[in-house]
């Protein structure tokens, strides 16, 4: 037994199978019946399972070989078991991943489909390659291999996640796809096409491999790849062609399985010929040898490595790494950059393209060497990153004339590029790209004219006519205008406004006149869908010509005027009346709230008035008359509100059913009456949303059990969020908030730590934290900022930051929000672009931003444009940040979600702050600052 220890190979042969771990995944059969069931995903699954573990094939020990199939293989059970195997695979094994099941595209991402998955909302029920990026990317195994066997895998495996590119000091991150792309992953009456062949591998009934029992990943996908195609060759054109594909990266051609029989066997032979004696002194002279070797080779090969660096892209980004290719060791190689530098900005003929390296010597500047590997379009986009727009706008511009109209692709993209750094001696050539049929060349030269000469842009965008086919364009460009707002600002809005009368016009040119502080035509606002009158109200309050007070007080005029009109009249009164007077109440309830519009009942001597409820049950009893009780629900509960809201001693109330089965009642109350608005019944299918909506206007703590209850029940998530709010508001002591994490919507998980916390907010702290590494708690950084009251609150926030967190994308978006300069600098200033990226998109919330970026400018690769760029980011927050400051408060919510709404442009940090500026001063939040 010590000479089978030390003979070349039996290291493989008696430990591989302990430093290898798997999930397997198999699915047949699926819960939503919209999915065709499979037959032999699940018994290949357990098959393969079976050949991992046995103990005369590649010995993999049983606790390291998780198999789940059908019905255990939900969302619930699979992603957990891969975060376990992700979490304890150590630096010196390796993982292995198989699904076999069906796969879809979703938005965004590819979903591998489970046993629980629901068609109609894949993006939730799947397994997505967003969720498996955020499981593997802290993976520690040296080795990992995803192997996929489902229609459409490619999409997954041609557009490997983040993870999948990044070798870095690990052996192979693999993802192996049963087929293309745009091909199909098939099952005979044999099993299936792909995975038989690769379970006579693994069981050693097929050898692939000039050694015996040991199977590199080459020689698999080489052998995987002609089984198949010699299979649907055999089959005279029944099935359709499929090819095994792969996406990743490795360092050497890895050993993937070792089949421990065949191994032995070798070794057995080994024993036969050579006496321990022998080998002994063999293996003694070759350590000696090796040895030797190490120390006089060391020095020059650490020479190698530090006098070279090497390009590679991927395809998302392109990354400068410094050391030499296929070589690794002391630290090698060091990525020193990536840069978000996609394939369509090669060269078609650069080394890069066809997944090689570039290497270069250090004596030559990495910006000449990338340099020379792009297209003309990526060299302009190069020399904006370094600073030179001139030049990047001359590259351009000779691009656009070399390419010409056989490409129309890279003349679209140079055409962009030459846009966006053209100057004012450019007005013409853009005008003219401003006709152009390309929507995005249109785009970048509408904004380009706003920048250097507004109406020309104003004209151009009217030349192009106010047709709905131009209407995306038009919208798009109303985020360029600036102000000051002048005549021609105002001409082209109040034409847009007139020929796009469609709702979600309304709100961009809205949030444009706001922006802009233009005051344009109101007709044309009011004739809007009621659901923007709110907005409408805020904008002529604030820039329509009348002040926030007379404007309340004039809405509430016509209120009451209208309300004695339909109350004193016939049906035709009604029926004109009360659509009137639903848009007028719209109003009023965004305005600050002005005395009520029912006259107050009046005692004693003198003859009594109508009460407001009276008034109301005559309004109800009216609609009545011209219609079913049930109808014009929404109408009725927004009056109630807008009662409810302006009318002192007027409240709403719940009333819980008095035996189960029986409806719920929401109601008006003044003193002793009450008049009930809407009945609804309470149980697991839905709640009126428009009972939700005026359970928003109880103001009695005493509601607080039925509000609960009501909480309880099957609502939308945001409505639920919405009631969780005003137990909030209301001050009711928190009740346990776990039953409403199952949803995993982030508003309404917002919302129940902040409950929590109004009542505990160092245990809602707490509780949040302990989620950092949970896939689903994608709410932590909006949470967190609603929750940081104070320097100890910070202090709490950054200690769990420092332990560890395997999700980089959330521990740097949460470093960022909550960090010191330096460890924000050090993000910005990181090589990894992904990481950039996130730390830019969340520092707009700090308000030391250009603080932060003068820290880690010295770090940077490009720091000129680095400077410029964050010098515009913090001139666009504060302009954002000074509207908000001038917005009176009652008036700030309707305002920022007419920003949030309609602002694309917005970054993740910007619009946290907009929230929580918000809340601030509506709620209170952050919870318990000064």
């Known amino acids: 037994m010590v000479l089978t220890s030390m003979l070349s190979g039996s290291i493989q042969a008696t430990a591989f199978g302990d430093l290898t771990r798997a999930v397997l995944v198999g699915v047949s059969n699926f819960e939503d019946k919209a999915f065709r069931e499979l037959k032999a995903c699940a018994p290949e699954t357990e098959r393969l399972g079976a050949a991992l573990t046995d103990p005369a094939g590649c010995r993999i020990p049983d606790q390291n070989v998780d198999v789940v199939v059908d019905a255990r293989a939900t969302l619930d059970q699979v992603i957990p078991l891969l975060q376990a195997a992700s979490s304890a695979a150590t630096p010196d094994q390796i993982l292995i991943i198989y699904f076999a099941g069906h796969g879809e595209k979703i938005e965004g991402g590819f979903g591998l489909i489970l046993h629980d998955t629901r068609q109609a909302d894949l993006a939730r029920t799947a397994l997505t390659s967003a969720q498996l990026d955020r499981i593997f990317s802290g993976c520690r195994a040296r080795g990992l291999l995803i192997i996929l066997d489902c229609c459409g895998g490619a999409a997954l495996a041609e557009n490997a996640p983040a993870f999948m590119q990044r070798v870095g000091q690990h052996d192979f991150r693999i993802l192996l796809s049963a087929s293309r792309v745009d091909q199909s992953s098939w099952e005979t009456s044999r099993g299936s096409v792909f995975t038989k062949h690769l379970i006579d591998v693994v069981e050693g009934t097929t050898q692939v491999s000039a050694t015996p029992g040991q199977v590199y990943f080459n020689d698999l996908l080489r052998h995987l790849r002609n089984s198949v195609a010699e299979e649907i060759a055999n089959a005279g054109g ?13 360092i050497d051609d890895p050993l993937i399985f070792v089949h421990t029989g065949e191994t032995l066997k070798q070794i057995r032979v080994k024993v ?22 190490l120390l006089l080779g060391l020095g020059g090969f650490w020479l190698v490595l530090d006098q070279h660096y090497f390009l590679q892209a991927g395809d998302r980004s392109t990354a400068v790494y410094h050391g030499y290719p296929g070589l690794s060791g002391l630290g090698y190689p060091k990525l020193l950059w990536a840069a978000e530098v996609q394939r369509n900005f090669l060269k078609p003929d650069s080394p890069l393209v066809n997944n090689e390296t570039v290497v270069a010597r250090r004596t030559q500047p990495p910006f000449a060497t990338l340099l020379a590997e792009l297209s003309p379009a990526g060299q302009s986009m190069l020399w904006v990153w370094a600073g030179q727009k001139e030049e990047a706008r001359r590259r351009a511009k000779a691009g656009m004339d070399a390419v010409g109209a056989d490409r129309p692709n890279d003349w679209a993209e140079l055409a962009q590029l030459f846009a966006a750094n053209a100057t004012a001696a450019d007005i013409a050539p853009l005008e003219v790209l401003s006709r152009h049929q390309n929507v995005s060349v249109v785009q970048a030269a509408l904004r380009a004219l706003a920048r250097l000469k507004r109406t020309d842009a104003v004209e151009a965008l009217s030349r192009r006519g106010f047709d709905m086919n131009q209407a995306g364009i038009h919208v798009n460009a109303l985020k360029y205008w600036d102000r000051p707002c002048d005549d021609t600002l105002r001409d082209y809005l109040n034409k847009f406004q007139r020929a796009m009368s469609y709702k979600q016009f309304v709100r961009a040119t809205l949030e444009t006149a706001l922006d802009t502080q233009c005051t344009i035509d109101l007709d044309p606002l009011l004739a809007a869908d009621r659901a923007y009158l709110g907005a409408v109200a805020t904008y002529w309050a604030t820039l329509g010509g009348e002040t926030p007070g007379a404007l309340a007080k004039n809405i509430q005029g016509e209120i009451a005027v209208t309300i004695t009109r339909i109350a004193e009249g016939d049906h035709g009164v009604v029926q004109k009346g009360f659509p009137i007077l639903d848009r007028l109440v719209e109003m009023g309830l965004a305005l600050p709230k002005t005395d009520c519009p029912v006259p107050a009942t009046e005692t004693g001597s003198a003859p009594a008035r109508q009460s407001v409820i009276g008034r109301f049950r005559q309004l109800m009893a009216a609609l009545d008359g011209v219609s079913s009780p049930t109808a014009f629900r929404y109408e009725r509960t927004r009056l109630a509100a807008y009662l409810a809201a302006t009318c002192k001693g007027v409240t709403v109330i719940l009333i819980p059913a008095e035996q189960p089965g029986a409806q719920w009642s929401i109601a008006l109350v003044q003193g002793t009456e009450q008049q009930i608005v809407m009945q609804f019944a309470f149980n697991s299918s839905n709640v009126p949303i428009d009972a939700i909506q005026l359970a928003e206007y109880i103001t009695a703590p005493d509601q607080a059990a039925p509000l609960q209850e009501l ?14 709010r005003k137990l909030r508001l209301l001050k009711v002591p928190a009740a346990p908030i776990n039953p409403f994490f199952s949803r995993g919507e982030v508003e309404l998980q917002v919302e129940a730590y902040l409950w929590q916390a109004s009542s505990d907010h160092e245990g809602a702290l707490r509780a949040a934290l302990a989620r950092l590494n949970d896939p689903t708690a994608e709410f932590l950084p909006a949470l967190l900022t609603l929750l940081d009251k104070d320097e100890s609150s910070r202090a709490v926030i950054m200690r769990a930051l420092a332990g560890a967190v395997s999700d980089e994308t959330r521990r740097t978006a949460l470093i960022t929000l909550f960090g010191t300069k330096d460890q924000v600098a050090e993000r910005l200033a990181s090589p990894q672009s992904e990481i950039r990226a996130v730390a830019i998109d969340y520092l707009q919330f700090r308000d030391d931003l250009l603080d932060v970026a003068a820290v880690a400018q010295p770090a940077l690769v490009m720091p000129t444009f680095f400077s410029a760029n964050f010098t515009n980011i913090a001139f666009h927050r504060s302009r954002i940040r000074a509207d908000l400051a001038s917005t009176p408060d009652w008036a700030i919510a309707v305002r920022s979600k007419l920003m949030l709404d309609t602002r694309n442009d917005l970054s993740s940090g910007l619009r946290l702050w907009i929230d929580r500026e918000t809340r601030r001063r509506t709620e209170g939040l952050p919870l318990g600052s000064e």
Request: without cysteine; positive net charge; charged residues 20%.
């Open 238 to 250: 029944e099935l359709p062609p499929q090819e095994p594909v792969f996406n990743g990266g490795y």
């Open 711 to 724: 909480a309880a029940g099957n609502l939308d998530a945001y409505w639920k969020s919405r009631i969780l």
């Open 272 to 293: 036969q010929r050579y006496s321990q004696s022998y080998v002994r002194a063999r293996i003694r002279f070759t350590i000696l040898l090796i040895v030797s070797l």
